[in-house]
């Protein structure tokens, strides 16, 4: 005679249950903080890379201009604006306006992207009757306009530049 075995059904309890879904409810909650996270840094970075960008690109413009140029500012000093006369005698100036940097002369504009603005001074110094070699500090502060506050980049810099041909007084 076979001896009957009773088997219990095997399931889940109520309470194992609860304890599975609050277990696999915690998981999911951490893994989209970390998704979500790591999607702001990412556009944060992008932001940086943007601004960085625009930096480097108005400062390196505005080298390659000015160093073949003469500074056309009358006095030394804090400016809102540069005024420079280029090697063909074409007048060409910078100015702060409207969150961009300007460039009035044969062709005008803001050099800064959209989206980008741009607030920033111009410190001029060897003009007139100073002995030194005419040069200019640009400082700029640029900004990205990104959506979120959060997300948004901000930076400063600064660059002193001198134009190639010394004017000297011997």
Not at 1 to 29: D, P, Y
Not at 60 to 87: C, H, P, Q, V, W
Not at 154 to 168: E, G
């Amino acid at each position: 005679m076979k001896h009957l075995i009773k088997k219990k059904n095997s399931g889940l309890s109520m309470v194992e249950l609860i304890v599975t879904v609050a277990i696999f409810i915690i998981a999911i909650t951490i893994v989209a903080s970390l998704f979500v996270s790591t999607l702001k840094g990412f556009r944060k970075n992008i932001a940086l890379q943007n601004v960085q960008d625009n930096a480097r690109f108005m400062i390196d413009f505005m080298t390659k201009e000015l160093r073949m140029s003469t500074i056309n500012n009358t006095t030394n000093g804090e400016s809102y604006a540069l005024s420079i006369i280029r090697s063909d005698n074409t007048n060409v100036s910078y100015s702060f306006s409207g969150g961009n940097l300007i460039r009035a002369g044969s062709s005008t504009g803001p050099i800064n992207s959209a989206g980008i603005i741009v607030t920033g001074r111009f410190y001029i110094s060897g003009i007139g009757s100073d002995a030194y070699q005419p040069k200019v500090t640009m400082v700029l502060k640029v900004e990205d306009l990104g959506t979120n506050p959060e997300e948004r980049a901000v930076i400063n810099v600064q660059a002193t530049l001198s134009q190639r041909n010394p004017i000297l007084d011997l």
